[in-house]
């Protein structure tokens, strides 16, 4: 049982992430779609609800829901005017050479290894998906934060289906055999 004082229990923190996500317009399935295509050329039968899936378990991790929370934190506080200056007009005009956004969402790819890594750099680059629209939307809200999060999310979720392909392999099965075996086995996170 769960006695920890002053602790926040993971499943607090996994909802906190989730609803933050919802509030802010970023459905799974808008970075399943990013995951997809950059997954799909090295995973043949990779489908969507796989990328879902991944995204879910990434989701988990304690390194990813504090950025996330962080940095969702402080994009709604801009846009509710509540920064103190200059950081206010700072982060609300996502500033060219403020990169604190970029540093905390790359902080939170690390524990995927060097594939979310590299992932992470292409997405920041090639703004694909709803990365891209949030980029774009810029004077509908502030987004500072959160187009770096997404790609976060999902270079961590790519890099883990690349591992998860390997698996997969040596233990001789297809994606597709293995959501057949999903509901019998444990995931692996
Ligand atoms: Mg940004």
Redesign the pocket.
Same mark, same amino acid.
């Given at each position: 049982m769960f006695t920890g004082k002053n602790i926040v229990h993971s499943d607090v923190v996994t909802k906190a992430t989730h609803d933050a996500l919802a509030r802010r317009g970023v459905t799974l399935e808008d970075i399943a779609n990013i995951v997809y295509e950059m997954q799909v050329p090295y995973n043949e039968g990779l489908d969507l609800a796989e990328c879902v899936d991944s995204i879910e378990k990434v989701l988990m991790k304690r390194e990813l829901q504090h950025a996330i929370l962080v940095g969702i934190e402080l994009d709604e506080l801009a846009e509710q005017g509540k920064l103190s200056a200059p950081l206010q007009q700072i982060v609300e005009s @996502?500033e060219g050479l403020f990169g604190v956004?970029?540093t905390i969402a790359l902080g939170a790819v690390f524990t995927y290894g060097s594939i979310a890594v590299t992932t992470f750099g292409h997405l920041d680059k090639n703004k694909i998906g709803i990365i891209n629209d949030l980029d774009t939307k810029k004077g509908i809200g502030v987004h500072?934060?959160l @187009?770096?999060l997404v790609a976060s999310i999902a270079s961590c979720a790519a890099s883990r289906l690349a591992h998860r392909k390997r698996d997969l392999e040596e233990a001789g099965l297809t994606y597709k055999e293995a959501h057949k075996l999903k509901n019998k086995q444990p995931d692996q996170q």
């Open positions: @996502d956004d970029e500072t934060f @187009d770096d």
